[in-house]
């Protein structure tokens, strides 16, 4: 069993940056892919950015690429999500998940789940 617990989320005017983190405890997470998701009002849980076990690849959604960047620092069971330019259209819920399998884009594909921290862009 593996619990996540997000942190960073906010309040932040378009165009800024958040860091989010996601701790993790119960079991090493070197031992799992990573990925963040988000889920805005009245909407669909959506992929954003995932990364596999030992860091060395990545994977972003369209709407997110180049804007923001996913890292883990397994050393310290964390995972990471920097976020840039951040838009409106940004402001959701963020999730961080583990996987036991490889890195994924699916949430059906991700075993373990955090509760989640609000990130809120305003224009």
């Known amino acids: 069993q593996v619990q996540l617990v997000e942190s960073g989320g906010g309040l932040v005017q378009a165009g800024g940056s958040l860091r989010l983190s996601c701790a993790a405890s119960?079991?090493?997470?070197?031992?799992?892919?990573m990925g963040w998701f988000r889920q805005a009002p009245g909407k669909e849980r959506e992929f954003v950015a995932a990364?596999?076990?030992?860091?060395?690849?990545?994977n972003y959604a369209d709407s997110v690429k180049g804007r923001f960047t996913i890292s883990r620092d397994n050393a310290k069971n964390t995972v990471y999500l920097q976020m840039n330019s951040l838009k409106p259209e940004d402001t959701a819920v963020y999730y961080c998940a583990a996987s036991g399998g490889t890195i994924a884009t699916m949430t059906a594909l991700y075993d373990y789940w955090g509760q989640g921290t609000q990130v809120t862009v305003s224009s």
């Open positions: 119960g079991r090493t997470l070197s031992n799992y892919a």
């Open positions: 990364i596999n076990r030992r860091g060395s690849s990545t």
